[in-house]
């Protein structure tokens, strides 16, 4: 059986990619990833005067010699290897599986497997999480090899959960996902951002996500221009009822006018967001944007296209590792 | 009438279903929250605006299939099957009469006939084509069609039987196996036969040599009456091929009763013979060298008891005849006409009216009824001449004019149930009106207290005592021995095509036109979701 969640970009260059993020963001014990720190690596970082304590082997007796005869010894310091952990919250309110001909959801699905391909590539921890998933659902933690296998179980699960409607207003269940923060290096989010956060949860989220030096990425899709182009033009139409909005069974008209209403509107909606969200680590770029007349088939093309030249993509993975 | 209205609600009802315009499903958008207000559509469309669906597939498949599915419901029709493949299918239709037990050639009939077989079906199986075999019994009846494995377990029964239930059993319906052929092994012969030109190939092996036998045919029983004091035996014998004269005698109710048989006029090969019995019992009719075939040479049969003649007789100036015994209410009332009582002429009757002496009347023979039982034995010419005066008055309720006057007078009249004769009483003055009234006056005794001739229940026995249920039709082993069919015209054949039933086909349209449709649906569905 055909896995929708199985991400269109090839194995073999996602598997050539390694983890590459900021030297300063938090992490955990030895791992790949050299620090700014010092460390064990054999990536020479400095030299400083001889201090108590020191390791004898760590003298460079060469450029003590050099030093004169204030008598100072001169140790070498190398830089330090250590493991990241990156947390992949994924967006699955229902919305996300709009709109029917390509889903915003597959999309951040591809996107959550390759990178927890990326991640594993170099034995770091990946974190899956959902926000305004279903009640008492806690993320799912793996290392190393065992990642892509639970990246895969963890998307079939969400695409194949049981979709509970539009029509309520989802609500934001963070609470789990707050508590694996700590020893996160990053934290990637993958939502069209275009939920209400009324109890300001989500807001709390992002800030705690960014303290400690730690990196948010925000991946945002963009499907405005291809939803509103695919009725607009036909004439009246009734709109469903979605996340609380309703609009009855009464026969609406769509011209520019609204399109630019909405436009508006989800600009304003952004910028809140980034106002309220706004610290040292977040990294919000410019959206992934639908094309016109997508459908299912040509998603994977859009992908391949898109995906691996995205600011996220190529501020979390870089080819060869760090 | 019904199944043309019950169609054309049907057929409304799906174009009415066809010709809704139903409103499309609501739009969902993902910013739907973040939407402006937009404005209400001021045109309406009406929910139920009519289309013509002739340009839609799904209505074309849903008409097919309710076409169909009511075509199972009403149309009674077959349609001519398909002709089948090359190959071969035998019925072999195998007699086991009693006579096939007769011995051919160191072994029996049956034995020679199971060979045949057997060579039929090696044959049918050298043709290297689908071969499909069954085997039917007949005797006194066709069988049901089984396996050729039966055929070593065919034995003789001891009953007889015709060339009917061969062909029936030739004939018969066809279950699993399309014929292509039919193989009848019998000692019959063949008889002519309208056998459908396009039917399978029909083959009719004769076996058996020409043997001469003989055998009883039938037995009839006389009993004692008015004109012949005993009862009396009549006994048919025929003979087929080369036989002498028959012997044959009687066991029965005090010992052996020779037969006396005398050649049939006018029938070749058959002797009629009469006995006396001795009284009622059990006999058997025992045909000395009765031929090749030994089922048919004991005939046995039961005499009933029977009473003597009971009449109540009631004429005073003329006596009872011997072997009348009196009776009270029941038996034939013998009476004057002028005595009868009102509930009497419920009851069988000889009644008389005083017809002789005549007064010196010359009568004239009018209009008279052919009724040779009553009229055979008496002269017109003589009767004529000393005609009885006729009944006076007019006939009791049921009687009809036999013989009349021509002036219409009656001088004879009968009723047929119950029986009952009206005649002129006799004469006893010693002249020749005496012989002619009492002529007349016994003959019409004689008739209605005749009880004719009886057939008692027959069954034939052979030497062992076991009874063959119909041993006289295994009787002519005599009968020419036609050559034999050649096997190898049991070589492979189209089956032929047979009618079978259209509501099949037609259920079948209905259910592929509704997976189609409901196939077309699915696929329309998924396109749009997708």
Redesign the interface.
Known sequence: MIDPTEPPLSLNRLQRLRLALRKTVPSQTLGTHLRRKQGQSLQFRDYRAYQRGDDIRAVDWRASLRRGDDGDLIVKTFEAEERMTLVLIADVRP??R????AP?LIYALWALRCLAQVAAEAGDDVVFATVFGRQNANPLRARGRAVPDAARRFAREVWLADDPG?EAEPEARVDAIAALLKPASVVVLLS?M?F?DTSGDVTRLAQAAQKNRRMLLVMEMD??AM??AA?ALG???????????A?G??????GND?YD??QT??AD?HNDLRRKWARSGLVWPDPVIWPVGL???GMADVFNTTFPLSPLFRAVAAQGGI | MLALLLASVAGAGLVAWHMQRRAPPPVKLSFARLLPEPPVSETTERRFALTVPLGSVAFWLRMLALLAALGVLMVDMNRRGAVGDQGIGLRIVLDVTHSMGLPQDRVTRLDAARIVAEAALVQASASGQSVCTELVLAGANAGAPGAVSGLSDAAVRPEGGDVAALVAAAAGPVADCPLTHVLVVTDARKPALDWAPDGPVFLWHQIGESVANTGPRSVSFTPPGLGSGRAKIDLVVAGFGDVPAPVVWLDGPGGRIPVTLQPSPDRDQVWLGNATPNGAGHYVAVLEAGGAYGGDDRLAFVLPEVEGLAVDWRLAGLAAPRGVQGSGRDGLLVVDLADVGPEEWARPLLAVYPGWPNGGQVGRIGAFVQDPALLAAINLDAFELNAPRTVSGPLPPGFTPVLTDNAGGVYIARRSNPLGLIVPAPLRDGGEVEALSLTLFFTALADLAGRGTMLPAMEWRDAQGQVIEGAALESDTARALDAAPPLSLISPRATPAQDVPVWPLLALIALVALMAERALMLWRGVRHAV
């Open positions: 919305a996300m709009l709109p029917q001909a915003k539009l069209d275009l209400a499907t405005l939803e509103y009725f004439g009246p139409v009734r709109l469903a009822t979605v996340e609380g909005r609009y069974d009464t026969p609406r008209l769509f609204i209403g909405l509107k989800v909606h459908q299912r088939a």
